[in-house]
């Protein structure tokens, strides 16, 4: 999958709304109610939980490996494994 994010094509409806669901998470702080209404189609309430823990989990370890500068290793640069969203992060 490339970096289009939700509107990529290809995806199905509940691909779509599981993106939302990380691109609400990451600048919402939350999922708004339309996303959590999309997931739940295909997850029951544990998968719910499940999703938004694995997301919030994957954000606090950026947080913290940007925060106290863990560098990456010798050849890969902040493309190869993703964007840096935030100016002051420590991106290579």
Known sequence: MHREGPKAEG???FER???RMVDELLYDV???GATWRALRFEYGDRQ????VFTVSQYQL????????GLQLDP?????ATGRC???R????
């Not at 719910?48 to 999703?51: K, S």
């Not at 050849?75 to 493309?79: K, Q």
């Not at 992060?89 to 290579?92: K, P, V």
């Open 11 to 13: 995806l199905t409806d």
């Open 17 to 19: 709304a599981l993106l």
């Open 30 to 32: 939350m999922v708004g």
């Open 48 to 51: 719910m939980m499940e999703a």
């Open 61 to 68: 370890g950026s947080m913290a490996l940007n925060s106290i």
């Open 75 to 79: 050849g890969l640069s902040s493309a």
């Open 85 to 87: 969203k935030n100016s």
């Open 89 to 92: 992060a420590r991106c290579m």
